[in-house]
C-alpha cells in the first residue's frame, strides 16, 4: 500500500503542477473543463495517497484488509476508466491501465498472504 501511496502522490503532484501535460500523456482532447476535473483529482489523490500511507503504517490488520479489499476496486475501476476514456489510446494510456492492473494484481496477491498472517497472531482460544 505504500508504493501506492507513492505513486498517487507523484500522480497528484503533476495533476497539480501540470494537468495539461498529463491529459495529452493519456490521450484526451484538453479544455478547461478536462483541466479543471484533473486538478480536482490531484487535490483527492493527496488525501488517497496520506490515508493510503497513514494505514499502511499505523492501522490494525483488519483495517488494513477493508482498506485493502476497497484498493482492489479503485485500482481495477481506474484501469477500466483509464482503458475507456475516450481520446486517443497513447502509450502513457497504456502504462496507467497498466498500474492500475498492476496494483489491483498486488492486492489480490497479498491480501490473502497477509490475512493468513493475521489469523496465525491470534491467540488460540481454546
Known amino acids: 500500500m505504500i508504493i501506492g501511496s507513492i505513486v498517487f502522490a507523484i500522480s497528484a ?9 498529463f491529459v495529452s500523456y493519456i ?11 484533473f486538478r480536482l483529482t490531484g487535490v483527492l489523490l493527496v488525501a488517497l495517497a496520506t490515508h493510503m500511507a497513514t494505514t499502511s503504517r499505523n492501522a490494525a490488520d ?6 485493502a479489499l476497497v484498493m482492489i ?3 481495477i475501476g481506474l484501469a477500466v476508466l ?5 481520446g486517443t489510446a497513447t502509450t502513457g494510456r497504456w502504462v ?5 492492473a498492476g ?7 497479498t491480501l490473502p498472504i497477509k490475512s493468513i498472517g493475521y489469523k496465525e497472531e491470534q491467540p488460540n482460544s481454546a
Open 96 to 100: 496507467f491501465v497498466g498500474i492500475g
Open 73 to 75: 476496486l479503485v485500482s
Open 27 to 37: 490521450g484526451l482532447t484538453s479544455n478547461e473543463s478536462v483541466v479543471w476535473s
Open 103 to 109: 496494483f489491483s494484481a498486488l492486492y489480490m496477491i
Open 13 to 21: 503532484g503533476v495533476l497539480l503542477v501540470d494537468p495539461f501535460a
Open 62 to 67: 483488519p483495517a488494513f484488509r477493508r482498506a
Open 82 to 86: 483509464t482503458y475507456l476514456a475516450p
